[in-house]
């Protein structure tokens, strides 16, 4: 039987927001905004979570066990493009909530999560026509946060949409929003992009709890070293301390621990996406040290005998991928299919792919991302709110008369800003 402690009952009462709170009335998990856990990051100090992406059941239910032990904040996430309407996983916007409830009161987890909907992708007007009905509907499902993701069209459009998408979702939420495209080397985000996108949205009342840059980082398999760029995250959220916003650190799969510590130390960093180890790393695939997965002479995965999917399965995942053409950065697609597959494993062959993700987390969150002991912080910041809604970081700097959609388009023109090639990079 999970005791809890008085605190603790206390942040359930008021810290669950209200969509929480009407799906789960009788639930003992804490199921928080994201502001709570860049709030929480921030009174340590120097500290940054994991966004754990939740492609399958097995990374989910790690991640939680993982916080659990460290007794640290937590963030639970997928993609639109991962779990949304044209899904490859099988935690989607609109059940991931009720998954991470029903774990948590499952396994006895007592710290603060928040549900985020990760890339929420605008490449349009018609994206944002859909949003209309869509984004209320995953708050609807139990969304705590969400990620805007306009990042990719030209930096006046990328803020015209952002303004637009705000009045979707709730004051109360996390929000995140987005500046140069995440593609490695490519397109590298500049100080003047992210502080037009950060003062415009500051002109109209807007005060966003992180920005995500391209700092150097890549998603899914990462081949290269190039890996994130310190300074320039450094320089660039300088330039953005006025306004009080927090870094979120995307491509966290393709860089050593380092590297991720520097982040976490130099920067105002408090939020890590991990999404590529953490599906590898409950197959069962061979690692390095920071979760990428190694290829052995022929250009293949390897799977480490007596650990993660029981090794048939295995044979089937990869006979199933060649049989789409599908290339490496492809296997990312066989969640859906096989979920049900790995479900039906013995309970010990389950056990050890979601302890495999328990472990790599663990690490990182404490000897790499310092949030040990971050739960008791949030839990706090609720107590001293009284409130699930514990309001913006930022104030009204800019004038609104300077941020007018004919001076939004001319500043925006006078911007030098590289986006980069088209890809496949929202997830």
């Given at each position: 039987m999970t005791e809890f402690s008085a605190d603790y009952l206390k942040a359930l009462e008021v810290g669950r927001p209200p969509n929480v709170v009407k799906l789960f009335p009788h639930s003992k998990a804490l199921l928080v905004s994201g502001k709570v856990i860049d709030?929480?990051?921030?009174?340590?100090?120097?500290?940054?979570?994991?966004?754990?992406?939740?492609?399958?059941?097995?990374?989910?239910?790690?991640?939680?066990?993982?916080?659990?032990?460290?007794?640290?904040?937590?963030?639970?996430?997928?993609?639109?493009?991962?779990?949304?309407?044209?899904?490859?996983?099988?935690?989607?916007?609109?059940?991931?909530?009720?998954?991470?409830?029903?774990?948590?009161?499952?396994?006895?987890?007592t710290v603060p999560v928040a549900i985020h909907a990760?890339?929420?992708?605008?490449?349009?007007?018609?994206?944002?026509?859909?949003?209309?009905?869509?984004?209320?509907?995953?708050?609807?499902?139990?969304?705590?946060?969400?990620?805007?993701?306009?990042?990719?069209?030209?930096?006046?459009?990328?803020?015209?949409?952002?303004?637009?998408?705000?009045?979707?979702?709730?004051?109360?939420?996390?929000?995140?929003?987005?500046?140069?495209?995440?593609?490695g080397k490519h397109g590298m985000s500049t100080a003047e992009e992210a502080l037009f996108l950060i003062q415009g949205l500051n002109a109209h009342g807007i005060f966003p709890d992180w920005i995500?840059?391209?700092?150097?980082?890549?998603?899914?398999?990462?081949?290269?070293?190039?890996?994130?760029?310190?300074?320039?995250?450094?320089?660039?959220?300088?330039?953005?301390?006025?306004?009080?916003?927090?870094?979120?650190?995307?491509?966290?799969?393709?860089?050593?621990?380092?590297?991720?510590?520097?982040?976490?130390?130099?920067?105002?960093?408090?939020?890590?996406?991990?999404?590529?180890?953490?599906?590898?790393?409950?197959?069962?695939l061979e690692v390095n040290d920071y979760g990428n997965a190694i290829l052995d002479e022929n250009e293949q995965f390897i799977k480490v005998e007596g650990e993660g999917v029981e090794e048939a399965v295995w044979a089937e995942m990869v006979a199933y991928a060649d049989s789409k053409g599908w290339k490496k950065g492809d296997y990312k697609k066989l969640n859906l299919p096989f979920e049900n597959r790995l479900l039906a494993q013995p309970a010990a062959i389950r056990e050890r792919m979601v302890q495999r993700v328990e472990d790599f987390v663990y690490t990182l969150l404490v000897d790499v991302f310092n949030a040990k002991d971050t739960a008791p912080l949030a839990i706090d910041i609720i107590l001293k709110a009284n409130s699930y809604d514990i309001g913006a970081k930022g104030s009204a700097i800019e004038d609104p008369a300077e941020w007018t959609p004919e001076k939004i388009a001319e500043k925006g023109a006078a911007i030098d800003s590289d986006k980069g090639p088209e890809g496949d990079w929202d997830d």
């Open positions: 709030r929480a990051m921030l009174a340590k100090g120097n500290a940054l979570t994991i966004a754990a992406n939740g492609r399958n059941s097995f990374a989910v239910r790690g991640a939680l066990r993982a916080a659990q032990r460290a007794n640290a904040a937590l963030i639970i996430e997928i993609a639109k493009s991962e779990g949304g309407a044209n899904a490859y996983c099988p935690v989607s916007l609109w059940n991931m909530a009720r998954q991470v409830d029903a774990y948590c009161n499952e396994m006895g987890i990760d890339h929420y992708g605008i490449k349009g007007d018609a994206d944002i026509e859909a949003a209309k009905s869509e984004v209320p509907s995953m708050f609807d499902a139990g969304i705590t946060s969400i990620a805007v993701d306009a990042s990719h069209l030209p930096d006046a459009d990328n803020l015209n949409a952002s303004i637009k998408m705000n009045a979707l979702f709730p004051a109360w939420a996390g929000y995140e929003t987005e500046v140069g495209e995440i593609k995500a840059l391209n700092n150097g980082t890549s998603h899914g398999l990462e081949a290269s070293d190039a890996g994130i760029q310190v300074e320039l995250t450094t320089e660039i959220h300088n330039a953005l301390k006025p306004y009080n916003v927090s870094g979120a650190q995307h491509g966290t799969s393709g860089n050593n621990s380092d590297r991720l510590r520097a982040i976490a130390v130099q920067t105002q960093t408090t939020k890590a996406n991990v999404a590529t180890a953490l599906q590898m790393i409950s197959w069962g």
